[in-house]
C-alpha cells in the first residue's frame, strides 16, 4: 500500500505546490474540529474513496500486518455523506453530545504523478475527549490521492489510513480521520 | 473504596432471579462475581474459537483467548485442529505471539523450548537447546505436552473448552444448532480477512445479553435509521419471532411478508436448499434481519437488510465479547460471507458490514455507548448499601406459540426478554456450579 503513493516527481517543502497542499490539511483539519462537516465533504471530490484497513501482528518479514480484505472503513462519498448527515440528527448517541478532537499532521511528504495527481503521505494524531471522559488517541499514517478540479481546487481523491494500532482503544470511530 | 462481597454466593442466591423478572445491578462489573465468572463458566463451558475457514492448511494458526488466557488454535500436519494454552511449560512464556500464521513449530522465544503442530515437545537436539550439557538427567517429553483443551466443531465453527468430560457440543448447543444452520450452515461460509479488535469499557454481559435478548432497542437506540430514511419506519426490530432455544442462548429473527421474496442471492438457492430441511429454508425466505448470541459470549448477526445501490444488502457477523477485567472487554467482529456468493454480493456485503457495524459503523457506535454508561452505573452502585434492581420482565406471561417450526420456545414478535431470563438463570447455575455449563 505504501509503494504508488510516493511515485513521481518529489515536491519540496517551500514550493508553491507544497504549500498549497499543506494549506488544504491544515483547513481539512480546522473543518473537521470545528463541526463544518459540509466544508469538509467539499473537499472531497465525487469519486473519493476512504479505507482504513485492520491491522494486525505479523512478523516483519511478513510485511507491515495491513489486510486489504478486512477494514475498519470502507467508504465512498454518498456513506461518508450518511455518516455526516447522521451525526447532525441529534439521535448519533456516539456523538450527542460531540467529542472534542484536536487532528495533528504533519510528516508531509509530497508527490506529483505522471497523471497530475498528488500522492501525498502524512503522520496524524489524533485526540478526543467526550462528557469528562479521558483522552482516547489514534496516530497513524494517511495516504492521500490529491486531484485539482476544474475550478482550480486541490480535492482529496483517496484517503488510506493506516492505523498504528491492531486494537483499537477507543469505545468507536464515530470521527473522521 | 470497594468493599468485597463477605459471601458473593449467598448475595447472589438472594437477589438474582430471573424467573421473577429481577437482576441486580450489581452482577454486570462486580469485581468478585467476574471472578467467578473466569474460574466456573469461562473455565468451563465451551467457547467459540474460530472458524474452519480461518485454517486453511496444515500448520495455519491464530492466537485466540478463553477468558483472559490466551490460547493457540492450530491445524497440525495431520489436519486435526487442536487447542493449547498459548504458553511454555518452561517458564509460561508466550509461544505464539503474532496474531496468526503457519507453522512446523512453536519456539518459545525465552529459553528455546520447542513443540510440535501437535502441542508435543519435540525432545532431544531440537526440543531444548543444549538439551543434553543442560539436562543430563534427562526430559519427560510426555510432562512437557502443551496444556490442551477439548476441541469439537460444528457447521464450520470451532469450540473449546476446559471441562474435559463434561457435555459434548451438541449438548450444549441443543436446540440452538436448528437456528445455526440457517446462519452459519446455509451455505459454505468464509471469513473475510481478520477481525476488527476494539476495547469497550464494559462488562462482557451487556453486548452478550443485547444480542440474545433485545430487539426493543432499536428503535430508540437506532432511530437514525428511520430519521435518514435507511428504513421504512422504527418498527424495523418489532416484526418476527423471540426465540428462547434454552441453555441460555437466545435469538430474534425479523421476517418480512413472504411475498416480497428471498432477500438473500438467487444463484445460492440450490446451495442454501441442500443445506436446509424445507423449514428452515422457509424461514431464511423470509429473514430480514437475525441477531443471536450462543452462550455465554459469542453473537451472530445478520444485520437489518438495507438498499446499497438498487439492491438490498446485509453483511453478516460474529462477534466474541472477550473479558478482560469486570468492566472491560475486548469486541472481536469478523464478517462471513457464503463462499461462493456473486462477486457484487460479496463486494456490497463488506461495504454495508463496515459502514453500519464494527468500531467505525453507524449502529455499533451507539450501542457501545450506552453499554459504557451502564457499566460506569453498575460500578457505581457496587458501593451503594441498598441493592439497585432491574426490570427484566418483558414478556413475562406471554405464551409461546405452538405452530413455530423451530425448536425451543418462539414468541410472536421480537419483543421478549424471555432468552435474556433464561441466560442470567443459566449463568447464576454456572457460577454457583449447579448443574452444568
Same mark, same amino acid.
Given at each position: ?45 465525487? =469519486? ?27 467508504? =465512498? ?37 505522471? $497523471? ?15 462528557? =469528562? ?17 476544474? =475550478? ?11 492505523? $498504528? ?13 | ?80 485442529? @487442536? ?56 526430559? %519427560? ?197 457464503? @463462499? ?29 455507548? &450506552? ?5 460506569? &452505573? ?23 406459540? %405452538? %405452530? ?34
Amino acid at each position: 500500500m505504501t509503494e504508488s503513493i510516493d511515485s513521481g516527481t518529489r515536491i519540496k517543502p517551500g514550493t508553491d505546490l507544497y504549500a498549497e497542499v499543506s494549506d488544504l490539511l491544515l483547513r481539512e483539519a480546522d473543518a473537521l474540529d470545528n463541526y463544518r462537516y459540509d466544508e469538509w465533504l467539499g473537499m472531497l471530490t465525487e =469519486d473519493v474513496t476512504y479505507v482504513m484497513p485492520v491491522r494486525t501482528s505479523q512478523f516483519l518479514t511478513d510485511g507491515k500486518g495491513f489486510h486489504g480484505d478486512a477494514t475498519f472503513f470502507s467508504d =465512498d462519498r454518498e456513506s461518508l455523506t450518511t455518516r455526516v448527515r447522521r451525526l447532525e440528527t441529534e439521535f448519533a448517541w456516539a456523538e450527542t453530545p460531540p467529542s472534542r478532537t484536536r487532528h495533528f499532521i504533519s510528516n508531509v511528504l509530497v508527490h506529483e504523478r505522471e $497523471d497530475g495527481e498528488l500522492g501525498v503521505r502524512s503522520s496524524f494524531m489524533i485526540t478526543r475527549t467526550r462528557q =469528562d471522559h479521558g483522552y482516547q488517541m489514534f496516530t497513524g499514517e494517511r495516504q492521500d490521492r490529491l486531484r485539482r478540479g476544474e =475550478d482550480g481546487e486541490l480535492r482529496f481523491a483517496g484517503r488510506v489510513i493506516l492505523p $498504528d494500532q491492531t486494537v483499537i482503544t477507543a469505545t468507536n470511530l464515530s470521527v473522521l480521520f | 473504596m470497594y468493599m468485597p462481597n463477605a459471601d458473593i454466593r449467598a448475595r447472589l442466591e438472594a437477589t438474582v432471579d430471573p424467573e421473577a423478572g429481577a437482576i441486580p445491578m450489581f452482577v454486570y462489573t462486580d469485581p468478585d462475581v467476574y471472578r467467578l465468572e473466569l474460574e466456573n463458566l469461562f473455565g468451563r463451558t465451551w467457547l467459540y474459537v474460530a472458524h474452519e475457514s480461518e485454517l486453511p492448511e496444515a500448520g495455519s494458526f491464530v492466537v485466540r483467548r478463553m477468558g483472559e488466557q490466551s490460547v493457540i488454535v492450530g491445524r497440525g500436519d495431520d489436519e486435526t485442529v @487442536r487447542v493449547f494454552l498459548n504458553s511454555c511449560r518452561h517458564r509460561g512464556m508466550r509461544l505464539a505471539n503474532e496474531d496468526f500464521g503457519c507453522t512446523e513449530m512453536w519456539r518459545c522465544p525465552y529459553h528455546g523450548f520447542t513443540y510440535g503442530s501437535k502441542g508435543e515437545f519435540l525432545g532431544t537436539l531440537i526440543g531444548a537447546p543444549y538439551e543434553r550439557q543442560a539436562y543430563p538427567e534427562g526430559l %519427560d517429553k510426555e510432562a512437557l505436552h502443551l496444556i490442551e483443551a477439548r476441541v469439537e466443531s460444528y457447521r464450520g465453527m470451532i469450540f473449546a473448552t476446559w471441562n474435559l468430560d463434561g457435555p459434548s457440543l451438541d449438548e450444549f448447543l441443543g436446540n440452538v444448532r436448528w437456528y445455526l444452520d440457517i446462519v452459519l450452515g446455509r451455505a459454505e461460509m468464509e471469513v473475510v480477512g481478520v477481525p476488527q479488535k476494539w476495547i469497550v469499557p464494559s462488562g462482557w454481559k451487556l453486548p452478550s445479553e443485547n444480542f440474545c435478548a433485545d430487539a426493543y432497542h432499536t428503535a430508540t437506540a437506532h432511530s437514525f435509521l428511520a430519521r435518514l430514511k435507511l428504513v421504512e419506519g422504527v418498527d424495523f426490530g418489532r416484526d418476527g419471532y423471540h426465540v428462547d432455544p434454552g441453555g441460555g442462548h437466545g435469538l430474534g429473527i425479523g421476517v418480512h411478508d413472504p411475498a416480497e421474496g428471498s432477500y438473500f442471492p438467487d444463484s445460492l438457492e440450490a446451495e442454501y436448499a441442500r443445506n436446509l430441511d424445507a423449514e428452515q429454508l422457509g424461514l431464511l425466505h423470509r429473514v430480514k434481519n437475525f441477531h443471536g448470541n450462543v452462550f455465554p459470549n459469542l453473537s451472530f448477526l445478520i444485520p437489518n437488510f438495507i438498499p446499497m445501490g438498487d439492491q438490498l444488502v446485509s453483511g453478516m457477523m460474529l462477534r466474541l465479547w472477550q473479558p478482560i477485567g469486570p468492566d472491560k472487554l475486548e469486541v472481536w467482529s469478523w464478517h462471513l460471507v457464503e @463462499r461462493d456468493a456473486p462477486a457484487q454480493w460479496k463486494r456490497l456485503a463488506r461495504k454495508m458490514y463496515v459502514q453500519t457495524f464494527g468500531v467505525s459503523g453507524m449502529f455499533d457506535q451507539d450501542d457501545t455507548e &450506552n453499554w459504557e454508561a451502564q457499566t460506569l &452505573n453498575s460500578n457505581t452502585a457496587l458501593t451503594r448499601p441498598d441493592e439497585v434492581m432491574l426490570h427484566y420482565a418483558m414478556g413475562i406471561s406471554a405464551a409461546p406459540l %405452538d %405452530d413455530f417450526p423451530g425448536p425451543g420456545a418462539a414468541y410472536d414478535g421480537k419483543f421478549s426478554e424471555a432468552a435474556g431470563r433464561t441466560f442470567y438463570r443459566t449463568w447464576l447455575d454456572a457460577l454457583l456450579a449447579r448443574g452444568a455449563a
